[in-house]
């Protein structure tokens, strides 16, 4: 029982065809349940393993599926990439991770290196410096090679692909109308991806609920991070001379790190200013006080971008009748604001 079955001999011991006992331990909608159950149960018997080297060859496929994210330190991100592995293994497939780090050159390298015949596709979220050049030729070469693309989270119109996004805009209002339906008079709006398409959203979002909320003194204001250091000066200024109640943040670091800063100038969260932040992660559990966040699901995100690459991979034409699905998120209500 140690030496090695192929899918030959357990299909001779089976008394089923090779294709027969292959589609079984695919889990074939052909295949009967209890063909499924025999075939499996001998598999597991005889210590069976594909050979996915062999599979591979044969279908001229890596089964690999390329993921490239900006950071790896986001808890969303990491969140993403646990769905993702998780369905792609369900499917047969590994995933190989890079991270571009924010920068434009990393993922056009990154995306280079493995388009050399190293995966079958991939699931992207875009990097601050791609955004800012205005460049998604990487992108377009890859689909053009046979390569499909999927982006998520961060997405761009100009690249015709799948995506799997967030509803950032709808997220956004909701939160901000909360904060303002609590009491909060003047609510800030807080992002360090102020030029990505999921900081666009929800800086959006945050400007119509303000509008659409007609509160007296709300006026829009909307502070940009691009160095902690460089923002925590200029944040304990602000708050020195402007009476904000309610602070969004479009992340969760930078929902953290504002809400230190401002227990920091001796104010009380969420006595004296309520916030809520995007993304629901460890930090945001176990802060002080606990912060109230809009969960964006990325296990769940991660799972349905990878379904639906892997379904585009199963079509003969990969560049028709793209899909864009949209996750609804969920506001968890924490101590760190006053909303009901």
Wanted: glycine share 4%; aromatic share 6%; hydrophobic share 35%.
């Amino acid at each position: 029982m140690s030496n090695q079955i192929t899918l030959k001999k357990l299909a001779n011991l089976s008394n089923f065809s090779v294709s027969t006992v292959s589609k079984a331990l695919a889990d074939s909608s052909e295949i009967s349940t209890k063909t499924k159950e025999k075939v499996k149960k001998l598999a597991e018997l005889y210590n069976y393993t594909p050979n996915l080297l062999a599979k591979s060859l044969k279908e001229r496929k890596t089964r690999t599926i390329g993921v490239i994210i900006p950071n790896i330190l986001a808890h969303f991100f990491a969140k993403v990439l646990v769905g993702i592995e998780k369905e792609a293994v369900k499917h047969g497939y590994n995933i190989i991770t890079c991270i571009s780090d924010e920068s434009y050159d990393k993922e056009v390298k990154s995306i280079q290196m493995l388009a050399s015949g190293s995966v079958d596709g991939f699931i992207i979220s875009i990097s601050k410096e791609t955004y800012i050049k205005e460049n998604y030729r990487h992108l377009t070469t890859a689909i053009s090679k046979n390569l499909p693309v999927l982006l998520f989270d961060r997405i761009t119109d100009k690249v015709m692909c799948d995506k799997v996004i967030i509803n950032d805009f709808e997220s956004s209002y909701n939160a901000t109308k909360s904060l303002i339906q609590s009491g909060c008079q003047n609510v800030i709006f807080i992002s360090p991806i102020n030029n990505t398409s999921v900081g666009i959203e929800r800086a959006r979002g945050y400007n119509e609920a303000l509008k659409d909320q007609k509160v007296p003194e709300a006026a829009s204001e909307i502070l940009i991070i691009e160095d902690y250091k460089k923002f925590a000066h200029n944040f304990n200024h602000y708050i020195e001379n402007n009476n904000i109640d309610g602070i969004l943040a479009a992340d969760e670091l930078s929902a953290i790190y504002t809400m230190n800063l401002v227990i920091g100038k001796g104010l009380k969260v969420p006595e004296d200013i309520s916030i809520i932040g995007f993304t629901d992660g460890i930090l945001s559990e176990n802060s002080n006080p606990p912060l109230t966040t809009i969960d964006q699901h990325g296990i769940e995100l991660g799972k349905i971008a990878t379904k639906t690459l892997i379904k585009r991979l199963q079509k003969d034409d990969i560049t028709k009748d793209y899909e864009t699905v949209t996750l609804k998120t969920t506001l968890i209500k924490r101590a760190s604001s006053n909303i009901s």
